[in-house]
């Protein structure tokens, strides 16, 4: 069982930046991988970024990409989303999972199916 709670959502201004926690509990291994999710009010959930404990593979939604950066921190199991340039676009409740396997690096890494733990989500809004 892994327990995943998430931090440092709120209001930014346009262009701003932020930084996300994400604090998990419980069985986690180095090959396993970690993603962030997010959903926008009215639409779907999307995939944001993935990785794997160990840091050395990641994974990116192709539209985030030079925006938005995943790292983790072993001693204190934690995963982050750097989230720079923000648009209001990018507004929405950001999502922390896990998984009980390691990045594909294919499609799969993005799928809201290929993880098995999820953590309450934190609002992140950004104002125009």
């Known amino acids: 069982q892994v327990r995943l709670m998430e931090s440092g959502g709120g209001l930014v201004q346009f262009g701003g930046s932020l930084r996300l926690s994400c604090a998990a509990s419980g069985r986690t291994f180095s090959s396993h991988a970690m993603g962030w999710f997010r959903q926008a009010p009215g639409k779907e959930r999307e995939f944001v970024a993935a990785i794997t404990w160990s840091g050395s593979s990641t994974r990116y939604a192709n539209s985030l990409k030079g925006r938005f950066t995943i790292s983790t921190d072993n001693a204190k199991n934690t995963v982050y989303l750097q989230m720079n340039s923000l648009k209001p676009e990018d507004t929405a409740v950001y999502y922390c999972?896990?998984?009980?396997?390691?990045?594909?690096?294919?499609?799969?890494?993005?799928?809201?199916?290929?993880?098995?733990?999820w953590g309450q989500g934190t609002q992140v809004t950004v104002s125009s």
């Open positions: 999972a896990a998984a009980r396997r390691a990045l594909s690096g294919s499609y799969i890494d993005g799928l809201i199916g290929a993880y098995d733990y």
